[in-house]
């Protein structure tokens, strides 16, 4: 759902601008698709760094697995996962809605991204900079130190392990986490924690494009292949198709 909403905040219009070559949005348009934007990137965040935590206790704590990933824990998590997201975004559209535009009306990218949108106001931005970069390490870096932490547990744990079989198969469960959360966190990181530059706005917007398009198609390609139904799904129908069976 996250990943649905994730595109649906900015591809459409880029279609309708690709298609119609009228590139006008009206700031109510504007500031909705940042919400969106904002609110399924915190949402994938938080459901990322959960997912590490469940990993974790699957790996390092199997025998208490059951009674620590309960229903109603699980349930919990994925409750407030949504909520945390959706105040943060609408906290931050809030902020960004305040700012005057006078100056320039042209966004210099593809959708209306937060980082753009502050750059393009003609207000004092120094104290909402401040608080990006503050909620930025709560809501941003926090949750990737967790994650790498989870990690760097769970990889202690598996080399601990004396059977190489039963080694492959711990790892083979987090694959499809840890390949979401390079594909994830690798292009946001590049295009955020990198130094300005004059040039570099088209790279950026590169870099956004991969993230806004490529990694949610991608996503449910890596968790299918880790699902055994559709493996053999996958098989037969290359039996059919290569063998004629």
Known sequence: ISDVIYVSSSLPKLQSITITQDNRISFAGCIS??????????????????MAGDRYVAICRPLQYTLIMNRR????????????????????TLLTSGLEF????????FFCDLKTMTALSSSDTTSREIFIMI????????PFSLTVASYVQIISTILNIRSSETR???FSSCTSHLTAVILF????????????????KEH???????????VPMLNPFV??????????AVRKLNARIFFGT
């Open 33 to 50: 698709q940042m919400y969106f934007f904002l609110f399924s990137v915190a949402c994938d965040i938080f459901v990322l760094t959960s």
């Open 102 to 109: 006078c100056h320039s009306h042209e966004i210099s990218h």
């Open 204 to 214: 950026d917007n590169l870099i956004s494009l991969l993230y806004v398009a490529v």
């Open 168 to 170: 492959l198969k711990a």
């Open 223 to 232: 968790y299918s292949l880790r699902n055994k139904d559709v493996l053999d």
């Open 135 to 142: 909620e930025d390490i709560i809501f941003a870096f926090v």
């Open 185 to 200: 966190y690798a292009p946001v990181l590049i295009v955020y924690m990198k130094p300005e530059s004059e040039y570099s």
């Open 73 to 92: 824990v699980c349930v919990t998590i994925s409750a407030m996962c949504w909520i945390f997201s959706a105040v943060n975004s609408l906290l931050l």
